[in-house]
């Protein structure tokens, strides 16, 4: 990164300002088009396409900041830490900068979408640009009123000052700068004079968490708004058949009951995809009432009865079907160097092992619900989504209505970790509203959302190594999953470009039961099977294992593979920290150590599990986690998103378990599907690597390598290699405990 | 439909609810308190917990019927303006991510430092644990609830 870097795009196109009618000036800017989660790291930022703004700074006459920021808040900080960006170039003191959530007028925002954990990686130039460019305008205002030249004058803390010491504030020349061409060329600060980024900052919604003020979906309300219950298929692969309602519509508090899914089934029929069952275009009964609790018990009710419709598939099957494909020869090979097949025929030994991971719900602590309301004007939707600007396209092909009638608004999530990818729900809650011509709030019951939803799909890896003369020569990693596979950017993970002989080879069963993104998509359970298997190789390798990786990791920056993701100088930097940081090989009598590193999602990460065992039982009293993510914008959100990640981490791959029985899911709440509790967390100690490279995400990375960093751990105190998620179900390790 | 008085946050609010409703869903859509959070609805993850008469109790699990004459604090009236002692440690250390579970630990959270305002680590851990925080905040929890038995005591 180049301090002071011109940028090159017309920035006419990409900034507008106009003075406002109350005072003060506001500048809009295009946020999103430069940060969609699923777009490539934009090589050429001129291809960029501003046409639209969808984000505003708002400058007082008093020099007060307010920044209208159209991102919705998951749980990862962005909503602090991207106008920590802006406000950052724009140069004003953070205490003086207002954030708002972007809901002030939804024509502006009908294009937002939500980052996952490549938000602030692709908005770091964007939106400082943003802020230097408005900077820039205030400083020609100024140069103009004082007559002087602008490269006389320089702004800080929202105060510009000239060569004869003459000072003005930002809020005295905004009306002037309103005014004013925008500027070309403007340039952005050297990282060494950052005063807000890189400072701990505290989440901007604080104030109205602790104190319970609405901010989330299920908490929006209007005027005359019914409450909704979806009733769906109770298993993957049944629709419904027959339904008496009369119980239900006899209770004081049901409006109506009415059956969804004509609207669905066409919307399917025109070629959009189904992520789920939810809208796998089977009849719903929906119970409309008065309150949530109305419709909960109206649907209770319910009664009706449920043909199969497709084949009723259970984790049993599915373990034969992945085995069976395991063993077979039909793959799509990822990646391919070398000859694996002769390294391993010229091995001294040939070591090869399992791994197996379940299904996992995503389990967001606010349920899946959205507010619609349909009417012959327009369609409003306001909820939790991260994908508005697909869900605004899917409303408006569901209704047959043109796009500029769909207006989306977000909320706060409870939690997204991929599930609020989907706009299954958002679908339903348009879909009754259009039926009964009123305001609804569609709402999940845990058992709802952890029943009928997108799950992480079932997955097993085989993954075998060739070692001659001490050395690894050759290395094979086979993946049979339900539904999805990896995409292509996983093969080009570590260890491709240390080995030789290097080969990766998917297959997969196409199910019936949804499956999708979740948190770490595509590396959560690859890191933990990767990384268990290299310890046992190091072990039959009889080398140490940390050094193992260094020196695999000096063969990739002896050989450069310009396909690679990784940056090996990055991965053994993390790794010698970590090694540092956490006494590794002298931790006390009773406490085992397990070793564990991974890039993913653009950051590399080192960790080092400490458990002990206590009466049989393993626990997790610390992590040791180093993270190299570049530039850390926000220390506070920082530190809460490792943490967190590698809570969770630990949680999914020690105790939550799931499948499905005859295509019914095994447990829907919480009384049988186990969550990390704190009795469980041990302390997580987190380390940044220090330097001045463009942020990387957060939210993902530290999740994926813990769950081998503890496994690895639980060797050394067992004996037992792990290799079946969850471990605590699977390995006779100690009790299966819930709540 | 059976009406109901209720003292809320020291205001007495009549509903009209039938008598199993859970006192969750009359705070949220009849009075409009949506800071009382609904995680699981069987009394699981400690999303929904209010005071009653000083105890943390889980408001998905109480019916309306029960609450009558008792003495029911949320989140909304836990303090004036957001300075009880353990929202504002809350507030310290920036314990939120998501959000959406913080109202019921900072409910049990309090609950719990007003019987106990110098607590060991392990009873903190063993109060907080049956509240469940999906985003995983459970180290800024715990910290955070120190930090308020501090200004406590
Ligand atoms: S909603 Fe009451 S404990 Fe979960
Ligand atoms: S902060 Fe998200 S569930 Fe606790």
């Known amino acids: 990164m180049t301090p002071s870097k011109t940028m090159t795009f017309s920035r006419r196109s990409f900034l507008k300002s106009s003075a406002l009618a109350s005072g003060g000036i506001l500048i809009?800017?295009?946020?999103?088009?430069?940060?969609?989660?699923?777009?490539?790291?934009?090589?050429?930022?001129?291809?960029?396409?501003?046409?639209?703004?969808?984000a505003f700074i708002k400058i007082s006459d008093e020099g007060k900041v307010t920044i209208f920021s159209p991102n919705p808040e998951i749980g990862q900080g962005v909503k602090t830490s991207m106008p920590m960006l802006i406000a950052e170039e724009l140069d004003v003191a953070w205490d003086d900068v207002y954030?708002?959530?972007?809901?002030?007028?939804?024509?502006?925002?009908?294009?937002?979408?939500?980052?996952?954990?490549?938000?602030?990686?692709?908005?770091?130039?964007?939106?400082?640009?943003?802020?230097?460019?408005?900077?820039?305008?205030?400083?020609?205002?100024?140069?103009?009123?004082?007559?002087?030249?602008?490269?006389?004058?320089?702004?800080?803390?929202?105060?510009?000052?000239?060569?004869?010491?003459?000072?003005?504030?930002?809020?005295?020349?905004?009306?002037?700068?309103?005014?004013m061409e925008v500027p070309e060329n403007v340039s952005l600060k050297d990282p060494k004079d950052f005063t807000i980024i890189g400072k701990a900052t505290g989440n901007v919604d604080i104030d109205k968490i602790i104190t319970g003020k609405p901010l989330f979906g299920l908490d929006y309300k209007e005027e005359g708004m019914v409450y909704a219950s979806v009733l769906r298929p109770p298993a993957f692969g049944q629709v419904l058949d027959t339904f008496d309602a009369s119980a239900a519509k006899a209770l004081p508090g049901v409006i109506d009951v009415i059956v969804i899914g004509e609207k669905a089934r066409k919307f399917l029929d025109k070629g959009f995809i189904s992520w789920t069952s939810v809208i796998s275009g089977t009849d719903k009964v929906v119970v409309v009432a008065k309150t949530t609790w109305d419709a909960i018990k109206g649907k209770k009710a319910i009664k009706a009865t449920w043909k199969n419709d497709t084949p009723l598939e259970s984790t049993e099957n599915h373990d034969k079907i992945l085995f069976d494909l395991l063993d077979g020869d039909k793959f799509d090979t990822q990646r391919s160097d070398g000859d694996v097949k002769k390294a391993f025929a010229q091995a001294d030994k040939v070591i090869e092992r399992t791994y197996e991971a379940p299904f996992l719900p995503h389990n967001c602590m606010e349920p899946m619900n959205f507010f619609a309301n349909v009417t012959p004007e327009k369609v409003h939707l306001v909820g939790p989504i991260q994908t508005p600007e697909e869900t605004a396209k899917v409303a408006a092909a569901l209704l047959d209505r043109e796009l500029e009638d769909i207006e989306v608004e977000m909320t706060r999530m409870g939690g997204g970790f991929g599930r609020r990818l989907y706009c299954d729900f958002v679908i339903e809650a348009a879909e009754i509203s259009n039926a009964i011509n009123k305001p609804v709030k569609m709402i999940s019951t845990r058992e709802d959302d952890m029943g009928t939803g997108v799950y992480r799909p079932s997955t097993k890896y085989r993954i075998a190594a060739s070692i001659k003369d001490g050395k690894l020569t050759g290395y094979h990693l086979k993946e049979a999953c339900v539904n999805g596979n990896m995409y292509g950017l996983i093969p080009n993970f570590f260890p491709a470009a240390a080995v030789e002989n290097y080969k990766v080879d998917t297959t997969n069963y196409k199910s019936n039961i949804t499956t999708g993104a979740w948190r770490a998509p595509y590396t959560n359970f690859l890191a933990s099977a990767e990384q268990t298997f290299f310890d046992e190789l190091a072990e039959e390798m009889g080398v140490d294992r940390i050094q193992l990786h260094l020196d695999l990791l000096e063969n990739v920056k002896n050989n450069p593979d310009p396909k690679i993701e990784y940056s090996p100088e990055r991965l053994q930097g993390v790794i010698k920290l970590a090694v540092e940081k956490s006494n590794w090989g002298k931790s006390e009598a009773g406490v085992y150590q397990g070793f564990s590193v991974y890039y993913c999602h653009n950051s590399h990460v080192a960790e080092v599990a400490?458990?002990?065992?206590?009466?049989?039982?393993?626990?997790?009293?610390?992590?040791?986690?180093v993270v190299d993510c570049g530039i850390v914008v926000n220390p506070m959100g920082a530190l809460n998103q490792v943490k967190g990640g590698v809570i969770d981490g630990i949680g999914h791959t020690m105790y939550s378990d799931f499948g499905f029985n005859n295509g019914i899911p095994l447990s829907k709440n919480f009384d049988t599907y186990q969550l990390i509790r704190m009795g469980q967390t041990p302390k997580v100690d987190v380390h940044f690597i220090e330097n001045e490279l463009a942020p990387t995400g957060l939210g993902e990375p530290t999740l994926p390598p813990v769950g081998a960093a503890v496994a690895n751990a639980i060797y050394k105190a067992t004996g037992k290699r792990l290799t079946k998620q969850p471990y605590m179900s699977n390995m006779n390790v100690g009790e299966k405990v819930i709540g | 439909m059976p009406t109901f008085n209720l003292k809320i946050n020291?205001?007495?609010?009549?509903?009209?609810?039938?008598?199993?409703?859970?006192?969750?869903?009359?705070?949220?859509?009849?009075?409009?308190?949506?800071?009382t959070k609904f995680g699981c609805g069987i009394g699981q993850c400690g999303a929904?917990?209010?005071?009653?008469?000083?105890?943390?109790?889980?408001?998905?699990?109480?019916?309306?019927?029960?609450?009558?004459?008792?003495?029911?604090?949320?989140?909304?009236?836990?303090?004036?303006?957001?300075?009880?002692?353990?929202?504002?440690?809350?507030?310290?250390?920036?314990?939120?991510?998501?959000?959406?579970?913080?109202?019921?630990?900072?409910?049990?959270?309090?609950?719990?430092?007003?019987?106990?305002?110098?607590?060991?680590?392990?009873?903190i851990r063993n109060a907080m644990h049956g509240n469940i925080c999906r985003c995983a905040s459970y180290n800024s929890i715990e910290e955070a609830v120190k930090v308020a038995a501090d200004k406590l005591s």
């Open chain 1, 99 to 179: 954030v708002e959530q972007g809901v002030l007028d939804t024509n502006n925002y009908t294009r937002q979408v939500a980052g996952g954990s490549q938000s602030i990686r692709f908005s770091w130039e964007p939106l400082r640009q943003t802020g230097a460019t408005a900077k820039q305008m205030l400083v020609n205002a100024a140069a103009a009123k004082w007559g002087v030249d602008a490269s006389e004058c320089t702004a800080k803390l929202g105060v510009i000052t000239n060569a004869n010491g003459d000072t003005l504030g930002y809020g005295d020349v905004v009306k002037d700068a309103a005014g």
């Open chain 2, 10 to 35: 020291n205001e007495t609010h009549t509903v009209e609810a039938d008598m199993d409703t859970p006192l969750l869903w009359v705070l949220r859509d009849q009075i409009d308190l949506v800071g």
């Open chain 2, 48 to 123: 929904c917990t209010v005071h009653v008469d000083g105890n943390a109790m889980r408001s998905c699990l109480l019916q309306v019927s029960q609450a009558e004459g008792m003495n029911i604090t949320t989140i909304e009236g836990l303090s004036e303006d957001g300075t009880h002692p353990v929202q504002e440690a809350w507030k310290e250390i920036d314990v939120p991510q998501c959000g959406y579970c913080q109202s019921g630990q900072i409910m049990t959270a309090s609950a719990f430092l007003s019987k106990n305002p110098n607590p060991s680590d392990s009873q």
């Open chain 1, 610 to 625: 400490d458990i002990v065992m206590d009466n049989g039982t393993p626990t997790v009293k610390k992590v040791t986690c």
């Open chain 1, 28 to 54: 809009g800017f295009n946020l999103f088009n430069a940060c969609k989660p699923d777009a490539k790291v934009p090589v050429d930022i001129s291809q960029l396409n501003f046409n639209d703004f969808n």
